[in-house]
C-alpha cells in the first residue's frame, strides 16, 4: 500500500511547551492504525493535525503526494473527517443529523441516509431527536454521519470510550466493516489495547508526544522492539 499520510521531523509546540514531536511515521492508504499510549501523549494533537484543524509548529506532512502548507483547500479538508469521543449532534432528527454532511456537498441524501440508518440499527428512531439518544446511540450517528459522506481518511479519537459492551461491538463491526468494503483510511486513537489488537492492522504506541514504534498488530504485542512497549503491552506501565 502506499503512503497517504508522510510525515518527517513534526512538531507543535504550544507556548514554550512541544506537545508533539514525531520524527517520521507513514500512514498506508486502506490501512487502520491504532495510536495507543496514556493521556497526554500527542495522540489527540496528532489528529488535529492530520485533520488539518491545526498546523504543525515545525516540519513536513505530506497528505496525497502533496505537501500541507499554509491554507488547505476546502476539497482536500472534505477527504478527512474526525469522530470524536464525546459525540457531537445537532439538536435535529436523527435523519437529518446524517444527511448534514451530504447536504452541504450537495449530494444524494435520502437512499444514502435510509442504508446508513439501517447499518446502525436506528431506521426506528430516524425521526426522533439525535439530542434525546443515549450515549452509544449519538456516537453511532455521528459515526453514520462521518461514514455516509464516504471519506479518504477517517480519524476516530476514542470513539467507544465509556460506552457498554453492545455499543462498542456494534462500532467496531461497522468501523471494520466500512474499511473492508471501501478501504477507507483508519486511524484510531484509544486506551483500550485490545480494541486496538482487534481492530488494528498496524499499532503505535506514543508517550510524551514522542512516538516509540509502529508493528504490524502481531508483532507489536508478541514481539515488541522497546522495552517501553513491552512493558505497555505486559500493562506494567502505570498511566
Do not use: C, W
Not at 173 to 200: D, P, Y
Not at 213 to 238: C, L, Q
Request: proline share 4%; net charge positive; aromatic share 6%.
Amino acid at each position: 500500500m502506499g503512503a497517504i499520510y508522510r510525515i518527517e521531523k513534526l512538531k507543535k509546540d504550544y507556548g514554550s511547551r512541544t506537545i508533539l514531536d514525531l520524527d517520521e511515521l507513514q500512514i498506508n492508504a486502506g490501512e487502520i492504525l491504532a495510536l495507543v499510549g496514556p493521556s497526554g501523549a500527542g495522540k489527540s494533537t496528532l489528529l488535529r493535525l492530520l485533520n488539518f484543524l491545526e498546523a504543525p509548529t515545525a516540519g513536513t506532512m505530506v497528505y496525497n503526494n502533496q505537501v500541507i502548507e499554509g491554507q488547505v483547500s476546502i476539497e482536500t479538508r472534505r477527504q478527512v473527517t474526525t469522530v470524536f469521543q464525546r459525540p457531537i449532534v445537532l439538536r435535529s432528527p436523527v435523519r437529518d443529523n446524517i444527511a448534514y454532511g451530504l447536504s452541504l456537498r450537495g449530494k444524494n441524501v435520502d437512499g444514502q441516509v435510509n442504508a446508513m440508518l439501517d447499518r446502525i440499527g436506528l431506521k426506528s428512531l430516524a425521526n426522533v431527536g439525535a439530542h434525546k439518544l443515549s450515549g452509544g446511540e449519538m456516537q453511532r450517528v455521528a459515526l453514520a454521519r462521518a461514514l455516509v459522506i464516504d471519506p479518504q481518511v477517517l480519524l476516530l479519537d476514542e470513539p467507544t470510550a465509556n460506552l457498554d459492551p453492545y455499543n462498542v461491538g456494534l462500532i467496531e463491526e461497522i468501523v471494520r466493516e466500512h474499511n473492508r468494503a471501501r478501504g477507507t483510511t483508519i486511524v484510531l486513537v484509544t486506551h483500550n489495547v485490545f480494541q486496538a489488537k482487534r481492530l488494528a492492522h498496524r499499532v503505535g504506541l506514543m508517550l510524551g508526544g514522542r512516538l516509540v514504534e509502529v508493528k504490524e498488530t502481531a508483532e507489536f504485542f508478541d514481539t515488541p522492539a522497546d522495552p517501553r512497549t513491552a512493558a505497555f503491552v505486559r500493562g506494567e506501565m502505570v498511566y
